[in-house]
């Protein structure tokens, strides 16, 4: 068995322990020597928006991310900006196009802000990519070497839902700040007086929606091309609401780093949330990111201090005996996550905290989701149905439902 504990480069940096990373985002131990398509874990989360020099900005104010590299016109690239931002263990790629011309700018009119490349590390590009071409992928980027004075990284990239997709990078002989193309760069942006050290340690998952129908395809592909496993299964009468259901299936890569849940809208009497994210995104895309916190309230509350909006949870949610019985006990009083509209759900193996941003950007797409997870290793089956009740309450304001 491979051992569990050696932490990849990234969480060394961020100081973050064997046990931290297993109580944060669930990690199993598993045997990398038989997985046809070995995933060390994330290695960034690239984004496409309207204006990167802002969100930027936005991501470093709110979310307490740390600028620690660049890309722009002032070092050769005369076709966008990017910035690399890091929280913990966690990458963000921020990306915008400067030249009018740049297809970075096509993808934001057609999809809006959102998700372009989950990129994930790995130990060997080459045997990823013999093995995905051999399960029928698309490979839209052959392996490759790229290197600067740093040293050399080689990648390659497949075809995921939509236009989204996954970029596989081995970064052992690279030191360099991101990627060759990238320099160093630190931000004059101070944080607030008080402020956390950081506001997440790490990515717990990523959800994908697709299209109806389409579901079971792509649990397929991650079975078949990478090697993921299933985790937790979520059908109809769970997960819906008077108005408006999905489907929802979980995938994860060997030692669980890396977690895909994949949500398909179901029948219902209107449109749900998944259909409302397909019109607005023009397609399949990556619909929320979770990211991991171990202390979910006092992040809840420099978030809203910065002004991070999150959807509301009844009351009702709270008050519901059925809800408390099931939960038990937990580590603070119910009134302390009632103020914040945390949600909790419990399974045969402990439980969690979890709440959801309002989307982060214009269109109703992309949004993020605190996870503090204590021994479940589930994705809050328990809080769906409550959850869409609340998604579909902001729908409807929308106009949408
Ligand atoms: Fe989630």
């Not at 046809?36 to 470093?60: E, H, K, S």
């Not at 690399?84 to 030249?99: A, E, P």
């Not at 998700?115 to 399960?135: H, T």
């Not at 398909?264 to 009497?269: H, V």
Request: charged share 30%; with cysteine; aromatic share 8%.
């Amino acid at each position: 068995m491979s051992d569990t504990t050696e932490l990849t480069e990234q969480e060394r940096d961020a100081d973050l322990s064997a046990e931290q990373l297993q109580q944060l985002v669930g990690l199993v131990e598993y045997d990398a020597e038989k997985d046809p398509f070995p995933v060390t874990g994330w290695d960034a989360i690239v984004f496409v928006v309207g204006n990167a020099t802002q969100a930027a900005r936005y991501y470093m104010s709110a979310w307490g991310m740390v600028l620690e590299a660049y890309s722009g016109p002032e070092n050769g690239n005369r076709d966008h900006k990017a910035f690399v931002l890091r929280s913990g263990s966690i990458r963000f790629v921020i990306k915008g196009g400067v030249d009018p011309d740049s297809p970075l700018l096509d993808h934001q009119r057609r999809h809006g802000d959102g998700v372009v490349d989950i990129s994930l590390e790995v130990p060997d590009v080459d045997r990823c990519i013999a093995q995905a071409k051999k399960a029928g992928a698309t490979v839209v980027e052959e392996p490759h070497d790229i290197s600067d004075e740093h040293g050399t990284v080689r990648l390659a990239s497949i075809a995921t839902y939509g236009e989204t997709r996954h970029t596989i990078v081995d970064r052992s002989k690279y030191d360099g700040p991101y990627l060759p193309g990238y320099v160093a760069r630190t931000s004059t942006f101070t944080k607030r007086e008080g402020a956390p050290k950081r506001i997440f340690q790490a990515l717990d998952h990523i959800v994908g929606n697709v299209e109806m129908g389409k579901m079971d395809e792509w649990v397929a592909f991650y079975n078949r091309v990478m090697g993921f496993v299933n985790m937790a299964e979520f059908i109809g009468d769970d997960i819906a609401t008077d108005y408006s259901a999905l489907m929802s299936k979980v995938v994860a890569n060997g030692n669980h780093r890396v977690k895909f849940p994949l949500n398909e809208p179901a029948a219902g009497k209107k449109k749900s949330q998944i259909d409302e994210y397909l019109d607005f995104y023009r397609g399949p895309g990556a619909q929320h990111l979770a990211l991991a916190t171990n202390d979910i309230l006092r992040t809840v509350d420099e978030l809203r201090k910065e002004g991070v909006e999150f959807l509301a949870t009844p009351d009702s949610y709270y008050e519901d005996p059925e809800l408390r019985a099931r939960i038990g006990e937990v580590r603070v009083p119910i009134e302390e996550l009632k103020s914040r509209g945390i949600l909790v759900d419990r399974d045969e193996d402990g439980y969690l905290l979890q709440i959801f941003t309002r989307p982060l950007g214009d269109r109703p797409t992309v949004f993020f989701e605190l996870i503090e997870r204590h021994g479940s290793l589930g994705f809050g089956k328990g809080n769906f149905k409550a959850l869409f009740v609340a998604l579909e309450r902001e729908q409807d304001i929308r106009g949408n439902l």
